[in-house]
């Protein structure tokens, strides 16, 4: 039997007025599963607001009817390159039985994959992941307590690759995702531990953490590539036993494998042959190009009207090194440097993203001032975006989204 508001515990006299009104008002879409507990979670994703709180679930459970969360998701059969390329997995639970999820995210091949399948197919494969371990959970709860109900997850970020993400398909799909998992999953996560972050993360976290709740941010631990610093952490709420002995603990998988790949799919590269959309964006990117000479520097100045803005670069020199950092100036004119002054040289492109504000004009510059015999050659593409506006943010599924279009088609007939 579900638990009922006397056996929730913490919340005072006004708080347990707002439970008992709150499940009072939507007891019509209530189902045996959906005790105290599952109800305090949109309560408090709406500061204790009834009616907001309402809103929130009677909308989630519409989400919930479009994507078939209860219906058709847990036999959706995902295309084969997701069974095979799509990394996840979980060793079992942690100290307080909450599954444990883990992501090796060096075999996300977001590129790959949004080449292969459509974002809706790659959202879907998430979200079945997301429900089998909440259903696990809910199992867990009956023998371990309401702790049990929230998930543990490690993303390992070795291997991140920032222009993967700065691609807008890729941008398009973590923004939804977001925004689905912020309005439908509210209060989940137990602990979140971002490992072996590179140091051009910070720049991608900085964009995307705009659009997460402070609940979520409060839950994201960011580390580095040091295991004495985030080995303690994470065995603080999972046991040895449980945890990969690639990442401090003792486990190993049935062939011996430290990283308990039998247990966690490692994805990887999607080949080609899977290959069948935005094939166009491949060759998409259009550079400017542009000879700084000996002594000079070039300047592209970025207008920022907006303050929820986002500055997207794309640079490299053809040959040697130059200069390179981007500065801010605000409306009384005030200059500072918001990012660099750093060397880029020939080879690779420094790709990058970082939030901007304004009104505002960001300059990015290279300086070439330094070098009195040589010329460089640079190539860029910079721009400052709305994501907001820009990209298409949508917690419709694509097929649901084709049958409007084709609704409304031929009712303007």
């Known amino acids: 039997m579900a638990p009922t508001s006397n056996a929730v515990m913490g919340i005072d006299d006004d708080q347990r007025f707002a439970l008992m009104k709150f499940r009072r008002s939507v007891k019509d879409v209530l189902k045996p599963e959906h005790n105290d507990h599952f109800l305090l979670r949109w309560l408090r994703a709406r500061q204790w607001d009834p009616e907001a709180a309402e809103k929130m ?3 989630s459970m ?13 036999t959706w059969q995902a295309p084969e390159v997701l069974e095979k390329h799509f990394p996840s997995g979980s060793t079992g639970f942690d100290k307080e039985g909450s599954p444990i999820i883990i992501v090796p995210f060096v075999g996300l091949d977001a590129w790959g994959m949004l080449h292969s399948v459509t974002r809706t197919d790659l959202i879907r494969m998430i979200l079945r992941h997301l429900e089998h371990y909440l259903a696990l959970g809910r199992k867990q709860a009956s023998t371990h307590g309401s702790a049990a109900l929230k998930v543990t997850v490690i993303f390992d970020l070795e291997g991140f690759n920032i222009r993967q993400y700065a691609w807008k398909p890729a941008a398009e799909m973590v923004f939804s995702l977001l925004q689905i998992y912020e309005a439908n999953y509210p209060e989940i996560l137990k602990a979140c531990f ?5 140091k051009v993360f910070s720049l991608a976290f900085s964009v995307v953490k705009k659009f997460m709740h402070e609940y979520t941010i409060s839950k994201i631990r960011i580390f580095g590539t040091d295991p004495k610093k985030y080995q303690p952490q994470i065995l603080a709420l999972i046991d040895k036993e449980f945890l990969p002995v690639h990442y401090g603990g003792t486990m190993v998988d049935e062939n011996g494998d430290p990283k ?9 590269k999607v080949p080609k042959s899977y290959y069948s959309r935005n094939i166009q964006e491949e060759d998409s990117q259009h550079y400017t190009r542009v000879t700084v000479k000996t002594g000079e520097k070039h300047v592209v100045d970025l207008l920022c009207p907006d303050s ?7 640079v490299g020199v053809e040959n040697h090194d130059i200069k390179f950092l981007i500065k801010k100036r605000d409306a009384e004119g005030n200059e500072s440097v918001v990012h660099g002054p750093k060397k880029i040289s020939e080879g690779p492109a420094d790709v990058g993203v970082m939030p901007v504000t304004g009104p505002a004009t960001y300059s990015v510059v290279f300086d070439n001032k330094s070098s009195y015999l040589r010329s460089k050659k640079i190539f860029y593409d910079v721009l400052i ?19 409007l279009k084709i609704a409304a088609s031929s009712s303007n007939e």
């Not at 519409?62 to 847990?74: A, C, F, S, V």
């Not at 971002?194 to 590179?198: D, G, R, T």
């Not at 929820?308 to 794309?314: A, P």
């Not at 975006?385 to 943010?393: E, G, H, V, Y």
């Open 57 to 59: 679930l009677r909308d």
């Open 308 to 314: 929820e803005s986002v500055l997207k670069w794309d």
């Open 62 to 74: 519409k989400w919930r009817e479009k994507w078939g969360i209860d219906t058709t998701l847990h």
């Open 260 to 268: 308990c790949s039998a247990l966690i799919k490692p994805g990887g």
């Open 194 to 198: 971002l490992i072996n972050a590179p």
């Open 385 to 403: 975006s709305i994501p907001s506006r820009d990209l298409n943010m949508t917690d419709v599924p694509e097929d649901e989204l084709a049958d």
